[in-house]
C-alpha cells in the first residue's frame, strides 16, 4: 500500500523501493496473485525512474503470473506498461499490439483507471512517432468526464505529454485550460512530479520572453525523474536554439541526447541530435549495447546468474524448472558473445539511468 501511494503521488523511488521488498516477500511465500499485481506496481515506479529493462523484465512477470492465478485486471494493466516502454523506445507497432491487447481486457473488466493509463501509453507512442494530432487525441479523454477514459485520480499521469502533443497541432486553448485545472487541485502546492509537469507545460505555451525561467524551475526539480528531464532539456535546448542562442543550446541537448540514449528512447535521441546538428554540433549514432538483444526473462535470467545464483535456485525465484533456466543460459551466452557464466558480469548492465 505505500508502493502504489507513493507512485500515485509520483514518488516513484520511494514506490520502487517498498514494491521491491513487497515483491520480494510475495515470492518467497508463493502468493503469486499478489505478487502479479505488485509487480505491475513496481513496474511503473521503475520505468518512471529510468530503469526501463527492470520495468519490462517485472511487466513480463506479471503477466505470467497473473494468467497462471486468473487475474485479467493484473495481465491487463501489465499490458499497458509494456505498451508505453515499446512507445517510448521507438517500437510503434508493439507499443501498438500491446496497447490493443490490453484494451480488449479493459473494456471486459471496465477498469477506468487503466483505460486512462492505456490512453497515456498510446498517446506517448504517438509523440514518439510525431504524430502529435492523433497524441491529442488519445489524451484529451484523460480530461473529458463524460469519456469513459476519465479518471480524476489518474488524468495528471498524461499532463505533460497531453500538453505537448497540444502545443504542437495548435490546440493551445485546451492546454491552458488543463493546467488551470490541475494547479486548483493541487493547491496549495503540487507534489513535485506535478509541479515539474506544470512548468513544463507552462514553458511550452509561453511567450518568448516568459519561457527561460519555467523551463529552469521544471529543471530544478526533475532530478529523480530521467525521461522527463530529458524531454525538458531537449525542449529548453530547442527553444535556445530557436533564440538564436545556439551556443548556450548545446549543453542542455548534449545532457538530453545522453539522458535519452541510456534509456533506449530513440524517437527522442534522434530529436537530441537534430537540435545538436541546426545548432552547428554533429553527433554519432548511439551504438545499441549487446545485451539489449536478450528478452526481459532472459536479462533476468542472467543478472541472477551474473549474481551467483545457481540454475535451481534461480528456477525456484522465477517459478521455473531448472531445466528451462539452463536452456535459456545456453541461449544467452552466444547472444552476448561469451562461453561461460564467468563472462556474464562484465556482459550486463549494472545500474539505473541517473543525469
Not at 219 to 241: D, H, I, Q, T, V
Not at 321 to 341: M, N
Request: net charge negative; proline share 4%.
Amino acid at each position: 500500500m505505500l508502493g502504489s501511494t507513493a507512485d500515485v503521488i509520483g514518488a516513484f523511488h520511494l514506490g520502487a523501493s517498498f514494491l521491491g521488498e513487497s515483491s520480494a516477500a510475495l515470492r518467497a511465500q508463493g502468493r503469486l496473485s499478489d505478487l502479479a499485481r505488485v509487480l505491475f506496481a513496481q513496474a511503473w515506479a521503475e520505468m518512471e525512474i529510468g530503469d526501463w529493462m527492470a520495468a519490462m523484465r517485472e511487466a513480463e512477470e506479471s503477466v505470467r503470473f497473473a494468467e497462471e492465478t486468473g487475474g485479467t485486471l493484473w495481465i491487463a494493466a501489465a499490458t499497458v506498461v509494456k505498451a508505453k516502454l515499446a512507445g517510448m523506445q521507438g517500437n510503434i507497432e508493439q507499443s501498438e499490439i500491446f496497447a490493443t491487447q490490453a484494451e480488449r481486457l479493459v473494456l471486459s473488466i471496465g477498469a477506468s483507471f487503466l483505460l486512462a493509463l492505456l490512453q497515456v501509453a498510446r498517446g506517448v507512442s504517438a509523440i514518439g512517432a510525431g504524430r502529435h494530432l492523433e497524441a491529442y487525441e488519445h489524451l484529451q479523454r484523460l480530461f473529458d468526464p463524460s469519456d469513459p477514459a476519465f479518471n480524476s485520480g489518474v488524468h495528471f499521469f498524461g499532463l505533460a505529454d497531453f500538453v505537448e502533443a497540444a502545443a504542437a497541432c495548435g490546440k493551445e486553448p485546451a492546454a491552458r485550460n488543463v493546467i488551470e485545472e490541475i494547479e486548483r487541485r493541487a493547491a496549495p502546492a503540487p507534489a513535485p512530479w506535478v509541479e515539474i509537469m506544470l512548468a513544463y507545460g507552462k514553458a511550452l505555451l509561453a511567450e518568448p520572453e516568459d519561457a527561460e525561467p519555467m523551463f529552469q524551475h521544471g529543471l530544478s526539480l526533475a532530478k529523480e525523474w530521467p525521461f522527463l528531464r530529458g524531454r525538458l532539456l531537449l525542449a529548453y535546448g530547442g527553444w535556445l536554439r530557436r533564440q538564436r542562442r545556439a551556443a548556450d543550446a548545446r549543453a542542455p541537448l548534449r545532457t538530453a541526447r545522453d539522458l535519452f540514449d541510456a534509456l533506449g528512447a530513440s524517437p527522442w535521441s534522434d530529436r537530441a541530435r537534430e537540435e545538436l546538428r541546426a545548432s552547428g554540433e554533429s553527433s554519432r549514432r548511439r551504438t545499441e549495447p549487446i545485451w539489449e538483444t536478450l528478452t526481459p526473462q532472459e536479462l533476468q535470467i542472467a543478472q541472477l546468474a551474473a549474481d551467483g545464483f545457481s540454475n535451481k535456485e534461480i528456477g525456484a525465484r522465477l517459478y521455473l524448472s531448472h531445466r528451462t533456466v539452463g536452456y535459456h543460459l545456453h541461449r544467452i551466452f552466444p547472444k552476448l558473445g561469451i562461453t561461460s557464466r564467468a563472462g556474464l558480469h562484465n556482459a550486463l548492465p549494472r545500474a539505473t539511468v541517473t543525469d
